[in-house]
Structure formats: structure tokens, C-alpha cells
């Protein structure tokens, strides 16, 4: 189930007995420790409680408890806290004034699961630790793009020896020794002998600088802030575009991998790559640059 970021969202829990009765609301976020939440019971037939404000990507544990005749049990629910790529007014502008708010999610949702699907990616942004395995060699591979980072297992880094590369899908260690052609890397050098004003610059030995990989099969959890500061102007037009061919109804023709009707004998023809992009000829235009091509290195 998912809820919306910059939000305050309310959850709900179903009575599975009409005399059932709530006696706690827990939450946790991203794995943390739990906190009360208050529980409205005044709805017939379910319960409802507040969370609070969601200002990014986040994984939301809810833990009901309940006594119903017979026993006192627990119902655990999970929620996927996600950013959408259109604001309801900005899709409410597109299918009509009249959309409820369900209709207006819904639709915004459709356009997002088909975007993301193309490019591999989410145009949100999530703070906190993500795991990485290492793979063996000076390159790790990010799961999201990563824009700024503090600690590498729960270690500061604040000595340059990791930087990002290929706008943040990799990080690359810079510790690979004196380069062929240079001979002062990083200025190490050493330090004019008494009574000169120089020295010759000679190559630090090879342990100054060791060849540092990631280790393959080790664990690096980086926390940092992933994904992005906001949805780039391109994925928004994209999105779009997709809204608008589901409110014009249409997208019933490409769920069905039909790309001709005529008539009046009727000839209709099915096209078998109605699905391979987005459906959408001007999105796919619009996401080139952010569809990620699995299997490239940075070096």
C-alpha cells in the first residue's frame, strides 16, 4: 500500500469483528523505533489513525493491536511512502474538475508505474542507509542514484578517497596508485633539502597509494540522501502526457496491443510493441536521457 509524501496521511484498519475493539496504535519508520499513535474508533466498522508528516520516500511499519471476543491479537501493516510525479491539481487539470480524489490518484499512479518501469528508476528522494554489495573490484554500484553521502559504515568520510562518478549511479575509489604519465600524484613530493629551494619530484612508493577495491561479497551500507531533489522537468511532461491519454481513454486501445481500427468492412491490427516503451512516442522522447542502461561501467 503506498502513501504520499508531503503529507500527513491517515491509515486504516478494518474491523474483522463488529465488537472489535482497538486497544493500540505503533508505528515505525524505515526500521526505527516504535511510537504511539492515536487511534480514531468513531467510524463504523474500522479505525483510523494519523501518521506523521512525510517528507520523503520512507518504509512505514503499523502495528494494530486488538481484542475481539475470544482473544487479543496483533495486525501488522506496511506502507511504501512514495513522491508522485504530478501534484492532484496538476492531473485534475488534465482529466476534469469533477475527479474525486481516488480517481485522481489512481490515474497519477498509472503514469507513474509506466515511467518508472521504462526508465529503471524513481524520481524521489529517500534519506537514510541503503546496503551495497561490493563486487571485487575500485567501482561500486549504487541501487538508486545517490546525491550526497556521509558515512560508509558507520564511518565519516571526510578524506577524499571515494568520489561519485556517472551523476551518482557509481562510487569509484580514487586510491589507485601514481598514474603512469605523472609522477606527483596528489602532491605527494618531497621536501626541499637544507640550502635548496627545490628538489626533484619523485613517485610516492606504491603502499603510499594502495589499490583500494570493494571488497566482493562485503556488505557497505552509505547513508546519504538518494534519488533526487526534485522530478526533473522532463519526467513531469512525460507524466503528462501519459495522464492525458488515460483521461482521453486512450490507453484501452494500447492495453489491448491494437494500433489500427477501420472500416467499414473493418480491418483492426494488432501491434505487438504497444507495450515495449511507454506508449507514449513524445514521453519516450522525454525520458531518453533517464532511462538507465543496465551493464555500463564507469571508470
Sequence with gaps: MELLTNTVPSVRFDYPDPSTTVTSV???????????????????????????????????????????????????????????????????DIVGQTATAAELYAVEASARYIIQAYTGQTF?????????????????????RLMRFTTINDTVVNVPWVTLRGDGWFMVSKYLGPPPIRA????????????????????????????????????????????????????????????????????????????????PDWTMRFNEGAFTSTGNVRADQLLGEYKLRRGWMVV
Design 26 to 92: 505503533l508505528y515505525s519508520v524505515n526500521g526505527g523505533t516504535d511510537t504511539t499513535a492515536v487511534a480514531d474508533t468513531s467510524n463504523p466498522g474500522y479505525a483510523t489513525a494519523k501518521l506523521p508528516y512525510q517528507p520523503s520516500d520512507a518504509k512505514i511499519k503499523v502495528t494494530w493491536g486488538f481484542s475481539i471476543p475470544g482473544g487479543s491479537y496483533t495486525q501488522v501493516q506496511y506502507y511504501d511512502v512514495v513522491t508522485p510525479l504530478l501534484t492532484p491539481n496538476q492531473v485534475r
Design 124 to 144: 524521489s528522494k529517500y534519506v537514510g542507509p541503503l546496503s551495497v554489495t561490493g563486487s571485487g573490484d575500485s567501482t561500486l554500484r549504487m541501487p538508486r
Design 184 to 263: 606527483d600524484f596528489d602532491g605527494w613530493h618531497e621536501e626541499p633539502a637544507a640550502g635548496f629551494s627545490t628538489v626533484p619530484i619523485t613517485a610516492p612508493p606504491r603502499w603510499v597509494r594502495p589499490y583500494l577495491t570493494f571488497a566482493a561479497g562485503a556488505e557497505y551500507v552509505i547513508d546519504g540522501e538518494w534519488g533526487w531533489d526534485y522530478t526533473p522537468s522532463p519526467v513531469v511532461e512525460a507524466a503528462k502526457l501519459l495522464v492525458n491519454d488515460y483521461a482521453c481513454n486512450d490507453s484501452i486501445y494500447r492495453d489491448r496491443f491494437i494500433s489500427s481500427i477501420s472500416g
